[in-house]
């Protein structure tokens, strides 16, 4: 039995994970994720160099374009986990929030609460609990739960002044006396880099960098990971940067899980979960570089799950629909905690499937 500090309830813990990665690539389509390359995009006035895009990433097979685009989701996650929301065989995830914009996604990924108040991107604390407030005053995770986000909006989201969590965003460097060598670089190396995102984004690689390094030191049961710039490449219309940024990604995540499965501490007791916080539109052809509640098709989404609790079932081809409220008390299932019963609005309930 696993007892809750602040929350005086007890649940069985029978799964195998103890800890938890959670990575958001923001406003990546999930039209990419299973399909690949788009040859209507490539061949359109967003793509330069399309005889390199093509070279890189196209073939006339979706299987292998997607592999080509995102290899470690289409063979590790796809060998090992499970990948929700290819619309093109009935299986269907999608916002609950009518917004379909980047505060408002992430408020409902985290409280499982698509709160209608929260139709904003401006710097306001979220009154919403979320699902990593939550576990870090669980016993065991106190201080074991951290973000890591390129946007700079995240200490609202999370509302950092509440929930104490420690959130870096932007370029808020890590503080912490004993941060090692490398963390301190960081600090520093973040606004010597070009800063071409503007002067709230930095690059999602620094974020990658950050998190990585804090994890080998720290040791996070709960690491949070919030990459940018596929939002901001599709934002410009440059379709060519903004494949480069999904796949870049894509490789940040391997590196990252493989650099888990040689560490005792996360080995065999780690779940991760990939996801974004809206999609965009895809008809008429230039509603690809939008998203909002005008924008058809933005409410649709995909997610992905590998862990040692998770069956290997790899592409889901049920046709369902699930929801981006469900994801928050996904999170905490994994963990062996039920977020559903402190929080003190609507919570969508966990997926199933998602657990043996």
């Not at 995540?253 to 996801?275: A, C, G, N, R, V």
């Amino acid at each position: 039995m696993v007892c809750f500090g602040v929350w005086a309830v007890c649940f069985p813990q029978s799964g195998k994970t103890k800890n938890l990665i959670i990575v958001t690539l923001d406003g990546m389509r999930w039209q990419e994720v299973f399909s690949g390359a788009d040859s209507v995009l490539i061949n359109s006035k967003y793509t330069e160099d399309k005889d390199e895009v093509k070279k890189k990433y196209w073939s006339s097979s979706a299987m292998e374009r997607r592999k080509m685009l995102f290899p470690f989701l289409w063979t590790t996650v796809a060998g090992k986990g499970q990948l929700y929301g290819n619309r093109t065989l009935g299986n269907t995830v999608a916002l609950s929030n009518p917004y379909h914009f980047s505060y408002p996604g992430y408020n409902e990924l985290f409280t499982g609460f698509p709160d209608k108040r929260m139709n904003t991107n401006d710097a306001i604390a979220n009154p919403n609990l979320n699902v990593l407030e939550f576990i870090n005053n669980q016993q065991g995770f106190k201080g074991k739960v951290v973000t890591f986000s390129s946007w700079e909006r995240f200490p609202q989201i999370l509302n950092t002044k509440r929930s104490g969590l420690p959130v870096y965003s932007g370029y808020v460097p890590v503080k912490n006396k004993d941060a090692n060598a490398r963390l301190s670089y960081l600090n520093e190396m973040q606004h010597d880099v070009p800063h071409y995102l503007g002067d709230s984004t930095r690059l999602d690689f620094i974020t990658y960098e950050f998190g990585k390094e804090y994890l080998k030191q720290y040791k996070p049961r709960v690491l949070y990971l919030a990459f940018d710039e596929t939002d901001d490449m599709a934002h410009a219309g440059n379709y060519k940067f903004y494949l480069e940024r999904a796949k870049q990604e894509d490789g940040y995540i391997k590196s990252l899980w493989e650099m888990i499965q040689k560490d005792p501490f996360y080995k065999d007791q780690t779940s991760i979960l990939i996801t974004c916080d809206h999609g965009r539109g895809n008809d008429p052809l230039d509603s690809w570089r939008d998203h909002g509640e005008n924008v058809k098709g933005s409410e649709n989404t995909w997610f992905a799950v590998l862990g040692p609790d998770t069956p290997e079932t790899g592409e889901i081809k049920t046709p369902t629909t699930i929801y981006h409220k469900q994801i928050a008390q996904t999170m905490a299932s994994l963990l062996g905690l039920d977020f559903k019963a402190f929080a003190q609005h609507e919570v969508g309930e966990s997926i199933r499937s998602v657990m043996k």
